[in-house]
C-alpha cells in the first residue's frame, strides 16, 4: 500500500531522522520525499510517499508516537484515496469543463459529487457527467455549507464563481477553497478587466489561482502563469488568452491540493511541484 505522509512543525534537528526512522518501523520504503524550511517563519514542512504493509490508522499511530516530542501536523493517507471537491460557478464554463475533462482522464486525482451555481446555463454540462447540479440565490450560503456537509466534501473550487464568499465561510473552510483570478491585471477591477487592459494597452496577462480568506483577493498564492501579448492583441483575443490561461491555472493548483503539495506559512505557500 502507498501512503502520503505530510508533516509541519517548527524546524529542530532531528525531524528527518525520526521520521525517516518512523517509517522504517512502518516496515515502510521512501518512494518520494520532499522538505523545506521556511527562513522567516521557521517552519519545517515535509511530503513523503512510501509503501508499507500497514494499514493508514497502524501507520499514523507509529509515526504520531515517533514525532511526538517535535510537537508536529501529521497528516497521512492512502495516495489512491480522492479529495471530494465542491465546484462553484456562475455562467463561464472554461474552468469547470477543463476540471471535468481532466478528472474523467484520470490526470485529476479528485472526485466532484456536486456544482453550485446562481446561473441555471451549466446544469446540462454538469447533469451530462453524472454531477449533481444546485441552482442557488446569490447569497444562499446556507446551501453550500448543506452541500459540504451532505457530500463530505474536502475542499471547495471557485471555478469563475462570481460572488464574494462570507468571512464566516473563509474561515470555516480555512485552507480549503481555491479561487482563479486574473490577478496579472491588478489595476482593473470589476467587470470587463480585459477590456480595460486593452485600453491601457498591457504587454502582459495572466492569472493567479489562491487560498480564499476573508480579505478580498488577498489569500496565499498557489500557482500563476501569464503570456505575453502586444499591441495588435484584441480585447476578445485577450479574453481567449486569458480563458486559457485561467483554466490551466486553476487545474494544475486542484492537482497541487489534491496530491497535498500545498502548505501555508503565514500568508505564503510552500509548494512541492
Known sequence: MKLIATLQCQDQPGIVNAMTSAILDCSGNIIENQQFT????NLFVMRTKFDTNKLVGDAKEIIESKMKKFEPEISIRESTK???ALVLVSKESHCLRDLLYLMELGELPIEIPLVISNHEELKPLVESHGISFKLIDNKDERSIQDG????DIDFVVLARYMQILSPSLCEQMDGRIINIHHSFLPGFKGAKPYHQAYQKGVKIIGATAHFVTKELDEGPIIEQDVTNVNHATSPDELVAIGRDIERRVLSKAVKLFAEDRIFQAENRTIVFN
Open 82 to 84: 480522492k479529495k471530494k
Open 38 to 41: 521556511d527562513p522567516i517563519t
Open 148 to 151: 459540504i456537509k451532505e457530500f
